[in-house]
């Protein structure tokens, strides 16, 4: 989890898993957000795009997570309320990443948005990014930059090891 909190691994991951083009995203205009006090429900990692209100909520799971919409959904709020203070004309934009790294298979339906309408604002259709580690192959995995990789490749050929030997952990 230590990955998601260093803006150039983010950077990577951002980059190599996902087609966003809103700007270049890299290591000098990528920020790390600290939570303020009125953000303490939030778990997730936050970044943000310096000189633009777009922020991005990284979390990871290893385990499916059937609440996932719903949690990503109140931290999204949580962070879009304490920073429209600051900005009373729009939502800022906030990017969804759920980073999966779980053994199981993520069968978790991603149709599911959620939608949240307030009188007299912005509507907002809130969904999530999902990076799921294991539709990957390890020759896939190699080919990208992010150190995450090479846990996940680790993380394979050992499963991989122990089923052929059949080992139980």
Do not use: A, H
Request: proline content about 3%; overall charge positive; glycine content about 2%.
């Amino acid at each position: 989890e230590k990955l998601i909190e260093d803006k150039q691994e983010v950077s990577k991951i951002i980059n190599d898993y996902l087609k966003i083009s809103i700007c270049d995203i890299n290591t000098n205009n990528l920020e790390i957000i600290e939570k303020s006090k009125n953000q303490i429900n939030i778990k997730s990692q936050i970044f943000k795009i310096k000189e633009k209100e777009i922020y991005f909520l990284i979390k990871i799971e290893k385990n499916p997570n059937y609440n996932i919409p719903y949690t990503i959904f109140e931290e999204s709020m949580e962070l879009i309320k304490s920073k429209k203070k600051n900005n009373k004309k729009k939502n800022p934009p906030v990017i969804p990443i759920i980073m999966y790294i779980g053994n199981q298979k993520w069968n978790i339906k991603q149709k599911n948005k959620i939608r949240y309408t307030k009188f007299e604002e912005n509507n907002i259709e809130l969904g999530y990014n999902i990076i799921d580690f294991n539709l990957y192959s390890t020759k896939e995995l190699k080919n990208k930059k992010s150190k995450i990789n090479k846990y996940i490749i680790l993380k394979k050929e050992m499963n991989i090891y122990l089923n052929e030997n059949r080992y139980n952990l």
